[in-house]
């Protein structure tokens, strides 16, 4: 029987292509097939941070995730993608899969492993995190020494961010878009806006970093807040 | 007045070269001047990461950190780098400050930015950190959706540790070293054993991926627990 193709889920990064890793870049450029998502129709964002690595010749798997509450057209949309993925694998190509910033950091490649990894070969390049590319935006450090970090989505309700906000000297609050007004709210309640800073879009032309009080009123979906409640950074 | 240089911490990822992200690829190669910590007079690790594209002609600067449970030793040796830096940048010498990981998680670039950033300019590179490095090496999702992430040192007593793992769907327990065994008493008192997974030397040709059940006794500085409590890949 022929060689199966190796299913290879690559981190580009938060979007600088410059922040692509050499051997997420390698890949790239000598990908006979790429699959990458995109949100409901619209431009890919991991297809445009890779633009220019791609070969003319690539055969492309575009998976369309609707925008939707329910899970179900979700499921079905990386059913498709994957069964599109297995037909290049089963053919023994390998395929790349393009993951913005981490694959496996709160991104979408899980999705696509949970369906393929019992019947094929898959192997991961880790990437830079948009977690990473705020702080150094904003040049704060992440925790230093025994220090305890906890990264929470900015969806979670009030209640379940201070139950677990405990205990950790640097706090991640991705996700924020809409719920940027509300967690503003309740960091000035905890004492803490002014340990706030507010980053969107790290590393590209029109980032930001700003102190979470001159923060506009909405957020971008890439966007975060980093608290740094304690960092005694001269040792 | 000359224009003075600026100091740029620049991410090299865990200790795979391919990892280094081409932006830092292209300053390291085209750097008149390079930083790097040493441990105890031993060989630096993040230059070793780096050193096919160090150029001939660079000028290094050093700085030998002791080991040492007192911090005064390595706060001299961070006066002393610092000091060197600061002279080339005044002189107009961009400095390149070479950091394992990324610069600012976990890292020893702050202690470097903490002196200097009053009176220079400063730029931080972001780079693959261990822990993306390490899921990847075991293929495991580091979170989804509205998972919370917490980071924890395994040098925290056990009920520190307890305290602060709650209400978290992923643990990552670092610097492991001589806490191995301890950690692996407490978690499987937890119930998590066989939720939990260790990494050491993620992406190095010595790497190695285990269950925790059958890992050493004994855990290198660079490795790592990943407790996944809770992650449903199947959306």
């Given at each position: 029987?022929?060689?199966?193709?190796?299913?290879?889920?690559?981190?580009?990064?938060?979007?600088?292509?410059?922040?692509?890793?050499?051997?997420?870049?390698?890949?790239?450029?000598?990908?006979?097939?790429?699959?990458y998502p995109a949100l409901a129709g619209g431009e890919s964002f991991a297809r445009s941070i890779a633009a220019d690595l791609i070969p003319a010749g690539a055969a492309?798997?575009?998976?369309?995730?609707?925008?939707?509450?329910?899970?179900?057209?979700?499921?079905?949309?990386?059913?498709?993608?994957?069964?599109?993925?297995?037909?290049h694998l089963q053919a023994?190509?390998?395929?790349?899969?393009?993951?913005?910033?981490?694959?496996?950091?709160?991104?979408?490649?899980?999705?696509?492993?949970a369906r393929l990894a019992d019947?094929?070969?898959?192997?991961?390049?880790?990437?830079?995190?948009?977690?990473t590319a705020c702080a150094a935006q904003a040049r704060l450090p992440l925790a230093a020494r025994d220090?305890?970090?906890?990264?929470?989505?900015?969806?979670?309700?009030?209640?379940q961010l201070s139950a677990r906000m405990d205990g950790a000297e640097t706090l991640v609050l991705m996700k924020l878009g809409r719920h940027l007004p509300r967690i503003r709210t309740f960091l000035a309640a905890q004492?803490?806006?002014?340990?706030?800073?507010?980053?969107?879009?790290?590393?590209?032309?029109?980032?930001?970093?700003?102190?979470?009080?001159e923060a506009p009123e909405e957020a971008p979906y890439f966007s975060m807040i980093l608290v740094a409640k304690e960092t005694d950074p001269w040792l």
């Open positions: 029987m022929a060689e199966q193709g190796v299913l290879i889920g690559v981190g580009l990064g938060p979007g600088d292509p410059g922040l692509i890793t050499r051997r997420a870049a390698g890949l790239i450029e000598a990908a006979q097939v790429i699959a492309e798997i575009r998976i369309d995730v609707p925008m939707s509450r329910a899970r179900k057209p979700a499921q079905d949309a990386y059913d498709q993608g994957a069964a599109e993925i297995a037909a023994g190509r390998d395929v790349v899969a393009l993951c913005e910033g981490d694959p496996l950091f709160y991104g979408s490649f899980m999705y696509l492993q019947r094929f070969l898959v192997e991961v390049v880790p990437g830079v995190t948009s977690i220090g305890v970090v906890t990264i929470l989505p900015a969806t979670l309700p009030d209640a004492g803490l806006l002014d340990r706030a800073t507010y980053v969107a879009r790290a590393g590209l032309p029109d980032g930001v970093c700003l102190p979470l009080a």
